[in-house]
């Protein structure tokens, strides 16, 4: 059961774009169309941002957006805001016996 | 509003035994799978188990199997987590999670977390 890889951080300035990696294996973000991502502030709860590869929850921006190629899911925060520094985690349905599979986890700094 | 609301975290010495619990409302509960979810500290999130709505099929991951037990009470709309054999590396916020629809597979709503600290 091994984590998915991410970057340990990735910086943007206000306006531009970024884009943070999850690259996993057939068995997880790439055997299935269900890796989502997440958003956390400091000694705060995890909160769903993308779902179902590319999918946003009600109330999310416009601005993330998700996709996946093969064994890698991605995702990108168009016109980065002050609000958009945090951690962000990408995550995997794992198959039954392996339920979910998380990232390590991203840091994102605004510039 | 769903709604998920642990308890029962603290302090406890390694081989210790620890049960938090996890409240849920604002939907049906016996209609849903839920998992338990855990962050140490400074670290990325990880997931512990699965119990289905009906409790028939359980799933660990490997890191836990055979000293953690998940059950429910679709009764009391509660969750729960039995933790034996406590290590250091046990140490994290544990949060409980539901699907965000009874059909695919996202961890869609959480709660608001246990920290649970294990050191003598």
């Known amino acids: 059961q091994s984590a998915l890889t991410q970057p340990r951080s990735v910086s943007g300035s206000p306006g531009q774009s970024v884009t943070i990696s999850c690259t996993g294996t057939s068995s997880d973000v790439g055997g299935y169309d269900y890796v989502s991502w997440f958003q956390q502030y400091p000694g705060k709860t995890p909160k769903l941002i993308i779902y179902d590869v590319s999918e946003r929850p009600s109330g999310v921006p416009d601005r993330f957006s998700g996709s996946k190629s093969g064994n890698t899911a991605s995702l990108t925060i168009s016109g980065l805001q002050a609000e958009d520094e945090a951690d962000y985690h990408c995550?995997?349905?794992?198959?039954?016996?392996?339920?979910?599979?998380f990232g390590t986890g991203t840091s994102v700094s605004v510039l | 509003e769903v709604q998920l609301v642990e308890s029962g975290g603290g302090l406890v010495q390694p081989g210790g035994s620890l049960k938090v619990s996890c409240s849920a409302s604002?939907?049906?509960?016996?209609?849903?799978?839920m998992n338990w979810f855990r962050q140490a500290p400074g670290k990325g999130l990880e997931w512990v188990a699965y119990i289905s709505n009906s409790a028939s099929s359980i799933y660990y991951a490997d890191s836990v199997m055979g000293r953690f037990t998940v059950s429910r009470d679709n009764a009391k709309d509660s969750l729960f987590l039995q933790m034996n054999s406590l290590r250091g590396e046990d140490t994290a916020v544990y949060y409980c999670g539901r699907d965000l629809y009874s059909y695919g597979y996202t961890p869609g709503y959480w709660g608001q977390g246990t920290l649970v600290t294990v050191s003598s």
């Open positions: 995550c995997s349905y794992g198959g039954r016996h392996n339920h979910y599979v």
């Open positions: 604002g939907f049906s509960f016996r209609s849903y799978e």
